[in-house]
């Protein structure tokens, strides 16, 4: 069956047992397929704080359903629906520590529950395999794994040191991979902060790697493969003086022609949010046309108080499709799954207002062309061990 759901979560919530059971009073849904719509993994609704569940928005109208839900527990931030559509993962932790991995049906069946903990962060092209990525101990470094779903094995993925796996291609055994650069950073002398400059690579079945971002003084992370395999949907973070500019980007498959589909934060400043930030990967339509984003917003230029967004982007450009997901009940602040099915769902290309701006080719990068605009790149400046181990934290956000 061909994939109808694509996921992007936005953060961890309150889950409950071992198996996610359907809504009390819930007709049966169709075990073979899951409902068409945006699905919200481990949302915390504001009249249920002490538990979560999994919703489905209609793009159409904004419509929300509450599909499952539990009373405690948390999901983790990170969660893939299977290629062929018919099977969600995702780690559900329980309120004495006890973590899992569950493989749900459309019914909203346990079929699988194994011991294990971490990012989900894809399937494998033939659908028997997990990735994912997570700490065996706090002090530790993320780890890269994959689980054979049928036996339960865990495979290390063999990265060089501050690498982790993100994305699989949908058909082929080709890896992306984030450089977590702790090394690298833009410095910010009038706040006296800084920004990582973390870097995306392919990595392809023997190991060997090839670069998908280009640009040393950029953040690059949250990659993601279209459902063809054709194209990568990632996040990206540039400085333009002190100020710090985040945009979506989609690239070919091998990095090449890299096109900023949209600028988070000339487009808040546009409708009057100071705050309009991504806050975990994408996802793609299964059609391929549009990427879905979970966003917070807020009037002012902080993330505390503000408020939760679903944002569809059409990939070829016009302005992006909002909505609110505070409004609807979601507590904000909160991140959560979310996933998108059904081509007619897809948001028309709306007329650009003053608040978008068209697609534009993103530069080669110039090192004294950057200078000139004020951003202060510095290649290989030590990072004192403290604050390694701060951006070593299981979200790469």
Request: aromatic share 8%; net charge positive; hydrophobic share 35%.
């Amino acid at each position: 069956m061909k994939n109808q759901c694509l996921i992007l979560v936005v953060g961890l919530v309150v889950v409950g047992a071992m198996r996610v059971h359907r809504v009390h009073g819930q007709p049966p849904t169709d075990a073979k397929s899951f409902q068409q719509g945006v699905y919200l993994i481990g949302a915390k609704a504001r009249d249920a704080p002490d538990g979560c569940g999994i919703a489905v928005v209609s793009p159409a109208d904004g419509k929300i359903e509450t599909v499952f839900r539990r009373d405690s527990g948390r999901i983790y931030p990170g969660g893939r629906f299977s290629h062929r559509g018919d099977k969600l993962a995702f780690c559900y932790e329980s309120d004495d520590g006890h973590a899992q991995i569950l493989v749900i049906d459309a019914a909203g069946d346990s079929l699988q529950a194994l011991d294990a903990q971490g990012m989900i962060t894809a399937w494998s092209p033939d659908d028997r395999k997990l990735a994912l990525y997570g700490q065996d101990r706090p002090d530790q470094p993320l780890q890269s794994f994959v689980i054979d779903l049928s036996s339960g094995k865990r495979t290390n993925v063999e990265l060089p040191a501050d690498y982790v796996a993100e994305d699989w291609h949908p058909r082929a055994a080709t890896r992306t991979a984030v450089y977590m650069n702790f090394r690298n950073q833009l410095y910010r002398e009038i706040k006296g902060d800084s920004y990582p400059t973390r870097q995306l690579d392919l990595v392809a079945e023997n190991g060997e790697r090839s670069p998908i971002s280009r640009n040393p003084s950029t953040d690059n992370i949250w990659s993601r493969f279209s459902p063809d395999g054709k194209r990568i949907a990632h996040y990206g973070r540039r400085l333009v003086g002190e100020k710090p500019l985040e945009y979506a980007v989609v690239c070919a498959a091998d990095g090449s022609r890299p096109v900023e589909i949209l600028n988070f934060t000339q487009y808040g400043q546009g409708v009057g949010l100071s705050w309009f930030r991504p806050t975990l990967p994408p996802a793609w339509s299964p059609d391929g046309s549009t990427l879905a984003w979970s966003v917070s917003t807020n009037a002012e230029a902080k993330a505390d108080g503000g408020e939760m967004e679903l944002v569809l982007i059409r990939v070829e450009g016009g302005a992006p499709k909002r909505i609110s997901l505070s409004d609807r009940g979601i507590q904000g602040g909160r991140r959560c799954g979310m996933a998108m099915t059904g081509a007619e769902q897809q948001p028309q290309a709306a007329k650009r207002t003053t608040a978008t701006r068209p697609s534009r080719r993103l530069p080669v990068y110039d090192e004294q062309r950057n200078t000139d605009r004020g951003a202060k790149w510095r290649g290989h400046r030590p990072v004192p061990a403290k604050q390694v181990g701060r951006r070593a934290a299981f979200s790469l956000g």
